[in-house]
Every structure is written in structure tokens, then in C-alpha cells.
T-cell receptor, first 115, second 116 residues
Framework: DTGVSQDPRHKITKRGQNVTFRCDPISEHNRLYWYRQTLGQGPEFLTYFQNEAQLEKSRLLSDRFSAERPKGSFSTLEIQRTEQGDSAMYLC?????????????FGSGTQLSVL | AQKVTQAQTEISVVEKEDVTLDCVYETRDTTYYLFWYKQPPSGELVFLIRRNSFDEQNEISGRYSWNFQKSTSSFNFTITASQVVDSAVYFCALSKSSGSARQLTFGSGTQLTVLP
């Protein structure tokens, strides 16, 4: 069990550029979540996958954001035309299919800074 | 709408002191789950406890204890004999029972600093 892995740990980009983050969940976990955390706040839910199906999306996820999970393994979160307000920590978490309301296993996050 | 309030933004204690972190929640659901997570400086949130709304028994795990009071919508967390390694941001969270923990609503967190 190597835990949830996120890449990169840090990303600095200029406003208007596109960025993509990757998350590798724990191998036997079929549920994958993306959360966003800004400084001094708790994480906010963005989206959720069960296997390759994206089942829920938050209203926070504007049309500039897109998430995929091809083949139900790793996931990518892309932000197009980044804005300074997108600066945040993007957290990925996973859980096994049989876990209802069970604990989530979080990665260490990708810190995005938009200049 | 669900809401979690952690009124204590920062707490500082000296090692070996006891400390209680407050959590007040709002929900219209009759069945729900409450969680505490710890976020050390490395950034990775670590699960501490889950409690469902039907189980009001207090729980103790080593130096950690949790006091769930449905009547006051509170789910407080106490660390006994605090240690420097307890320094972290602690988050209380709430989820609905229908479905999974996929939509956790987090509080804004309490930064705990334990001084040697």
C-alpha cells in the first residue's frame, strides 16, 4: 500500500495557461475524489468518480475545469485558462467500493500558484 | 445546506496540557456522519474518527477522545497530555448518509500548536 500519490507537488503558472494534475489512488480503491483547499480553509468537494464514471460534480467546478479517470485507475484534473482565483491546494482522495461513509485516504496535494 | 463551524482558528498549548477542539454542525438530515481529520505540515489529511448520528456514545482512543452531543449539534475533540507531534490543523467534517463520504463538508480548521 503506497498511499495516494499526486503529481506535481507544486505548480507555478501564468494566468491564462492550462495546467494538468495527476492522481494515482490506492490500487484497490475504485472511488476517487478531488477536493480544493484554499489558505486557511477546509477542503471543498469538486468531483467524484466511481471507477471511470464521473458521478458527481460540484458547482465549484466551472467549465474551465475537467476531470477524467480513464480505465478507472489514475485521474487527471485539468484547468484551462487559469485565473488567479484558481490558486489553491488540489487534493485527491480515494476509498474502496465497499466503504460507505468510510474514511478517505488523501494524497499530499498539488499546490497551484497562478501569477 | 450543511455547515460545519470551528470557531477556534488557532490554539496554542504547552506540552502535556489537555486541549479541546470545538466543532458545531448544521444539517437538516436525520442521519449523517461526522469526522475528524488531522492535517500535519506535510499536507496529507489523516482520518481520525467517524461517528454516525445514531451513536452518541463518547469514544476514547489513547490520548484522543470525542464528545458527540446531538442536542447541541456538537462533536468536540479532546487531546489529553498533548505532545509536540500533535501540532497540526484539525478539521471537523460532515457527510450525508445517503451515498458515500464523497461530499464531505469541512469546517475551516483549528491550527493547534503544542509548545515544548
Amino acid at each position: 500500500d503506497t498511499g495516494v500519490s499526486q503529481d506535481p507537488r507544486h505548480k507555478i503558472t501564468k494566468r491564462g495557461q492550462n495546467v494538468t494534475f495527476r492522481c494515482d489512488p490506492i490500487s484497490e480503491h475504485n472511488r476517487l475524489y478531488w477536493y480544493r483547499q484554499t489558505l486557511g480553509q477546509g477542503p471543498e468537494f469538486l468531483t467524484y468518480f466511481q471507477n471511470e464514471a464521473q458521478l458527481e460534480k460540484s458547482r465549484l467546478l466551472s467549465d474551465r475545469f475537467s476531470a477524467e479517470r480513464p480505465k478507472g485507475s489514475f485521474s487527471t484534473l485539468e484547468i484551462q485558462r487559469t485565473e488567479q482565483g484558481d490558486s489553491a491546494m488540489y487534493l485527491c482522495a480515494s476509498s474502496p467500493y465497499y466503504a460507505t461513509n468510510e474514511k478517505l485516504f488523501f494524497g499530499s496535494g498539488t499546490q497551484l500558484s497562478v501569477l | 445546506a450543511q455547515k460545519v463551524t470551528q470557531a477556534q482558528t488557532e490554539i496554542s498549548v504547552v506540552e502535556k496540557e489537555d486541549v479541546t477542539l470545538d466543532c458545531v454542525y448544521e444539517t437538516r438530515d436525520t442521519t449523517y456522519y461526522l469526522f475528524w481529520y488531522k492535517q500535519p505540515p506535510s499536507g496529507e489529511l489523516v482520518f481520525l474518527i467517524r461517528r454516525n448520528s445514531f451513536d452518541e456514545q463518547n469514544e476514547i482512543s489513547g490520548r484522543y477522545s470525542w464528545n458527540f452531543q446531538k442536542s447541541t449539534s456538537s462533536f468536540n475533540f479532546t487531546i489529553t497530555a498533548s505532545q509536540v507531534v500533535d501540532s497540526a490543523v484539525y478539521f471537523c467534517a460532515l457527510s450525508k448518509s445517503s451515498g458515500s463520504a464523497r461530499q464531505l463538508t469541512f469546517g475551516s480548521g483549528t491550527q493547534l500548536t503544542v509548545l515544548p
